[in-house]
C-alpha cells in the first residue's frame, strides 16, 4: 500500500539547534497532518496543512506543504529537551489516515 | 471534559485468550481508527470506520475484530488467532479525512 516515508530516521543535536525534517510519498496528498509521540503516549498534532505551498508555525515548530503536493517539512528552531520523542507526519489517502515512518528525535543539554 | 479514552492502559492476557480493548470519545467525530505500534516503530492501520455500522480492515486485520454499533464507540477484540499480540493499540478519532486525535493507549502484554 501507499507509504509515507520519512527522513532522517533518527536525529541526535544538541539544545539550541535547529531541527529540520521531512516526509515523501509517492502520491498527492490534499493534507498534511505533523504530530509528536512521546513515550508511551498517544500522538498529539501538532500542525495541519490543507494547502499547497501553506506555511504553518505553532511556537517554534514551523511546518511546510510541498508545492509539489508529494512532500511536506517540519523545522523545529532552538530546540530544547522537552522537543525529545518521535515525529510522525500522517495524510489521508483514499478513505483512511495513513502514518509515516517516523523521525527520533534526542536532544542533549 | 470532551476527549477520547482508551482502557485498560495496561492489559495482560494469557495465549489463547481474546481481550478486547475499549475506546470512546465525546468528540462526535465520525471517523474512528485503530493502530498497532511495536517498540521503535511506526503506526500501522488495523482498522477503521468512517461511519456507525461500517468499517473497513486496515493493513493488518488478521486476528483483530471491532465494531461500531455506536458513533461514540468503537473497541478492538484482539483473538487468539492473532500470533503476536504483544504490542502498544492506539485508537484515533477524527472528522472525516482530516485531523485526527489519539487517546493515550493500551499496552497489551501476553503472558
Known amino acids: 500500500g501507499q507509504q509515507l516515508n520519512q527522513s532522517p530516521q533518527s536525529m541526535f543535536i544538541q539544545e539550541g539547534e535547529d531541527v529540520s525534517m521531512n516526509c515523501t510519498s509517492s502520491?498527492?496528498?490534499?493534507?498534511w497532518l505533523w504530530y509528536k509521540q512521546e513515550p508511551g503516549e498517544g500522538p498529539v498534532l501538532l500542525i495541519a496543512l490543507y494547502k499547497a505551498g501553506e506555511l504553518t508555525s505553532n511556537g517554534r515548530l514551523t511546518a511546510q506543504f510541498g508545492i509539489t503536493r508529494k512532500d511536506s517539512f517540519l523545522n523545529i528552531s532552538a530546540s530544547i529537551p522537552s522537543d525529545v520523542g518521535i515525529y510522525f507526519c500522517?495524510?489521508?489517502?483514499?478513505?483512511?489516515?495513513?502514518f509515516g515512518t517516523g523521525t527520533r528525535l534526542q536532544v542533549f543539554p | 471534559d470532551g476527549g477520547i479514552t482508551q482502557s485498560p492502559k495496561y492489559l495482560f492476557r494469557k495465549e489463547g485468550q481474546n481481550v478486547t480493548l475499549s475506546c470512546e470519545q465525546n468528540l462526535n467525530h465520525d471517523a474512528m481508527y485503530w493502530y498497532r505500534q511495536d517498540p521503535g516503530q511506526g503506526l500501522r492501520l488495523i482498522y477503521y470506520?468512517?461511519?456507525?455500522?461500517d468499517f473497513q480492515k486496515g493493513d493488518i486485520a488478521e486476528g483483530y475484530s471491532v465494531s461500531r454499533e455506536k458513533k461514540e464507540s468503537f473497541p478492538l477484540t484482539v483473538t487468539s488467532a492473532q500470533k503476536n499480540p504483544t504490542a502498544f493499540y492506539l485508537c484515533a478519532s477524527g472528522w472525516g479525512l482530516g485531523e485526527a486525535f489519539f487517546g493515550q493507549g493500551t499496552r497489551l502484554t501476553v503472558v
Open positions: 500522517a495524510g489521508p489517502y483514499t478513505d483512511k489516515l495513513i
Open positions: 470506520s468512517q461511519i456507525v455500522n
Open positions: 502520491s498527492i496528498f490534499n493534507t
